[in-house]
């Protein structure tokens, strides 16, 4: 059974940065391909980006240039780096391994 619990939401202001954590446990084998996803208050749930096993990553048009994903397998951690938040960036993000995802962080961006 995969577990994946995600860190590091919160409020920050417009032009900010936050980085997400996303830590995996059980049942790792296999694909180690990892996803992040986003959902705002009354849209559905977007594809922000992925990152492989091997660090290959590729990222929604609406966060390139601005997030990052990265991977420390040592740590069974995954991380999203956003930089210069907007508004529009706020939504509970989201970490998916296989058909396993997360609980969730609330992203806040004030403007």
């Known amino acids: 059974q995969v577990h994946l619990v995600e860190s590091g939401g919160g409020l920050v202001q417009a032009g900010g940065s936050l980085r997400l954590s996303c830590v995996i446990s059980g049942g790792t084998e296999g694909s180690k391909t990892m996803e992040w996803y986003r959902q705002a208050p009354g849209k559905q749930r977007e594809w922000v980006g992925v990152i492989t096993g091997v660090g290959v990553t590729n990222y929604a048009d609406s966060v390139r240039g601005r997030f990052t994903i990265s991977r420390d397998n040592a740590k069974n951690t995954v991380y999203l780096q956003m930089n210069n938040l907007k508004a529009e960036d706020t939504a509970v993000y989201y970490c998916?391994?296989?058909?396993?995802w997360g609980q969730g962080t609330q992203v806040t961006v004030s403007s």
């Open positions: 998916k391994h296989r058909d396993f």
